[in-house]
């Protein structure tokens, strides 16, 4: 069940789906980088989605919903990121959309990075490729795991990705919706990846800052999602047939 707490019907240039669950620690201060990061657009909305949180983020979120630039929504119980985002896209009236955690691993302003070569029209698809230096690492195997199904996926599409399971993923959102996502959970990020792919966009990558958080922190990632990441991919590559589409490269976008 799903429950609008408010929506404004004007138009933005770019929408920042943020998926929220248990996230009363952090929240509020994601809302407030997010807002006030400068972006290469004329409009922004921030499309927030409660998806069944049982702890205080409902009541923060409830005390933001009056700011014209929030469209929130909720969830009645948890029903997963996957679910969280296809329910942002469904609200999500921009030209543009990205994708931000409520967690605070990511910077909001690593998305005017991602955003400047798709409003130069050259890419359609961007990721923020996070380099996981010995700062920024959760753990080994965390890492292994990233690069693990990231070598997966660059296998089974004829790929050369950095890294398919970052947060920070920009496209205009009729490419976004005509996925036609189903997945739930965490398995999200190889479907948006695996689809892409063999719809034969291109993904450029771009580098961005990530600053991990641990298990005590709110890490919700397990080892299992690690096995669900690899089974969604084998999926989107049977359902993609024998062939893929011809992609005539693949770009990392240089930052500095």
């Known amino acids: 069940m799903l429950s609008m707490v408010s929506l404004c019907g004007r138009m933005a240039d770019l929408s920042i789906i943020m998926p929220v669950f ?110 996981f230096e010995s700062h920024s690492a959760f753990s080994f195997w965390y890492v292994m795991g990233n690069k693990g199904v990231t070598l997966a996926a660059n296998l089974l599409f004829n790929s050369y990705l950095g890294d398919i399971m970052t947060c920070h993923k920009v496209m205009r959102t009729d490419i976004f919706r005509s996925l036609g996502l189903q997945s739930r959970g965490f398995d999200i990020e190889p479907e948006i990846t695996g689809k892409l792919l063999a719809s034969g966009h291109q993904i450029y990558e771009v580098p961005i800052r990530y600053q991990a958080r641990g298990r005590a922190e709110g890490k919700k990632l397990t080892a299992i999602d690690g096995f669900r990441v690899l089974r969604k991919l084998v999926e989107c590559r049977l359902q993609a047939g024998a062939r893929l589409p011809d992609r005539s490269r693949h770009q990392t976008i240089d930052s500095s």
């Open 22 to 131: 248990n996230e009363q620690g952090t929240v509020e201060a994601a809302l407030d980088q997010v807002l006030q990061t400068g972006y290469p657009v004329q409009e922004l909305e921030v499309v927030v989605v409660d998806d069944g949180s049982t702890d205080g983020t409902p009541d923060l979120l409830a005390a933001r919903s009056s700011d014209p630039r929030i469209k929130l929504a909720s969830h009645a119980r948890n029903s997963g990121k996957g679910v969280a985002v296809q329910t942002a896209l469904k609200h999500a009236s921009g030209t543009y959309a990205a994708i931000m955690d409520a967690d605070l691993e990511y910077d909001p302003a690593d998305i005017s990075k991602l955003l400047e070569p798709v409003l130069a029209q050259e890419a359609d698809v961007v990721y923020g490729t996070r380099g």
